[in-house]
């Protein structure tokens, strides 16, 4: 493998920003100074030369909620490892942790196997995954500790989609218990299931079967009970728990009365909350059912509030929860039925830039809470720290290097995610990855996938 000499960058990580030189040799960065290349003088040979000069050098992000393989609401989502790790590469993403979700009827342990085994061996990006729970019985303890032996320190339940991924509430509380002697962070979608299908009932028999009526089947209330409803499970439990794509004040609120008790909760968000609204969903001819996904895109009073809280760190984290679907043949199987629409955004490929643009580039958020919350806290929370999530002498090369002078569009022509729309068409980026490497392996130059689509790594992880 080559070495890198990474020359007058801006290096970023989460507390510090400073321009210096960093030299990448094998799979780690072994040297961070200014003047490199005069101070190691005979030390270096054989190298290639990158000048960062007026760029930004970020440690590799993160994006800690993602779906590639997802058999979900009678489809599967439309990306494979090869589709979404060069999308996420291309877009300065250089791990991903998937969501391994097995249906209430799955083994375990072989789901995991078949999780592992879409990404083992086609994956350009590092990756690992959250073991899903969607049933706690007799022999679910002794399944879960082989998981957690083989690398698997994070677990994932739904508090929504009952009888398929969803637990009940003593499966939840059996899962928690386990969690907290195990060590386990666990994270949750919460949502309360039965007002969503009682809402969902009463709007289809009044006709109302469209897209803009999504989000009326999932009020915020609906989410913060789900929230008020996990705190309460895990004050009980003392269970590590992290809320993943939280959509809404109201729910966050939940958290930190949570939090206020003791509970050790982490709140993550998803890009699209932060750019989109509700109207989104409510465009003409069908258009709308791009826009949905669960928990569903809130009310445009709400992206000020999300963008306080994240500035204020009550939000630890910016995931995506990219959920791929097509429109024609995949969200068309709801025209008649907003219920059948199947849920999810595809946002792998755009999270770093859309965050940069309409969060760092608008003065929402600055660059160490933009690196902070798209790289650092997964790391840190997820057991990959300091090994991921910041530019330190000993961590791996994941480094992006990032054109601040970069001008684009956003779309679905010139995307690598395999679906055939983006949600987000036409949208201006200011500022994109120019060069990613993902363990010293250069992947991306000038914006382009160079790299070697087998060198992505399952992530072993071990209890902290
Ligand atoms: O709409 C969503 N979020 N789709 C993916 C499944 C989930 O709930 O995370
Ligand atoms: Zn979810
Ligand atoms: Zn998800």
């Known amino acids: 493998m080559s070495s890198y000499l990474i020359r007058n960058g801006r290096i970023v990580t989460a507390t510090e920003s400073y321009i210096a030189d960093l030299l990448i040799e094998g799979e780690r960065i072994s040297h961070i100074g200014t003047d490199l290349k005069e101070s190691l003088n005979e030390s270096l040979n054989d190298y290639v030369e990158v000048d960062a000069t007026g760029k ?5 992000f993160i994006d800690p909620h993602v779906h590639v393989y997802l058999p979900f609401m009678g489809t599967h ?12 590469l291309i877009g300065g993403t250089t791990t991903l942790i998937e969501m391994c979700c097995p249906s209430r009827e799955e083994d375990p ?41 083989a690398g698997i320190t994070s677990w994932k339940v739904f508090l929504a989609y009952k009888g398929f991924f969803g637990v009940d509430d003593s499966e939840l509380f059996k899962t928690l218990e386990l969690a907290s002697r195990m060590g386990i962070i666990v994270t949750a979608h919460c949502e309360n299931e039965s007002m969503i299908a009682e809402l969902q009932k009463r709007l289809l028999s009044e006709g109302k079967t ?61 890009i699209p909350y932060l750019v989109l609204d509700a109207s989104y969903a409510q465009q003409p001819d069908f258009e ?32 995506t929860d990219h959920a791929p679907f097509d429109f024609t043949g995949q969200k068309e199987m709801g025209r008649d039925d907003f219920t059948k629409i199947p849920n999810g955004i595809p946002t792998v490929e755009d999270r770093v830039n859309l965050l940069y643009t309409y969060g760092v580039r608008r003065g929402q958020i600055d660059l160490n809470t933009f690196v902070d919350c798209a790289s650092t806290q997964a790391a840190k929370l997820f057991g990959l ?11 791996d090369a994941d480094i992006v290097v990032y054109d601040p002078a970069y001008r684009g569009i956003i779309s679905a022509k010139t995307h690598s995610m395999a679906t055939d729309y983006s949600a987000f068409e036409g949208w201006a980026i200011e500022g994109k990855p120019s060069h990613v490497w993902v363990r010293g392996k250069l992947q991306v130059e000038e914006g382009k996938f160079k790299g070697d689509m087998r060198h992505g790594q399952f992530l072993r992880r071990t209890v902290q």
């Open 56 to 60: 930004y050098v970020f440690p590799g």
């Open 77 to 88: 989502a439309k990306d494979t490892y090869e589709t979404a790790s060069k999308a996420a």
């Open 109 to 149: 342990w072989e789901a995991f196997q078949l999780w592992k085994s879409k990404a083992e061996g086609v994956s350009a990006c590092d990756f690992t995954f959250h073991m899903g729970i969607s049933r706690f019985d007799d022999n679910t303890e002794a399944k879960l500790r082989r998981i957690v032996d």
């Open 210 to 270: 469209g897209p803009e009526w999504h989000e009326s089947s999932r009020p915020i209330q609906v989410e913060a009970e789900g929230v008020q409803h996990l705190m309460t499970f895990a004050e009980m439990t003392k269970a590590k728990v992290y809320i993943v794509h939280t959509s809404n004040d109201l729910a966050i609120e939940a958290a930190l009365r949570g939090k206020a008790r003791g509970v050790d909760v982490s709140v993550e968000t998803v």
């Open 288 to 319: 709308g059912a791009k826009y949905v996904m669960s928990p569903p895109i809130r009310s445009k009073d709400q992206q000020p509030k999300l963008w306080q809280h994240l500035r204020q760190r009550n939000i630890a984290t910016v995931a």
């Open 385 to 395: 720290f300091p090994r991921k999530g910041t530019i330190a002498v000993g961590s």
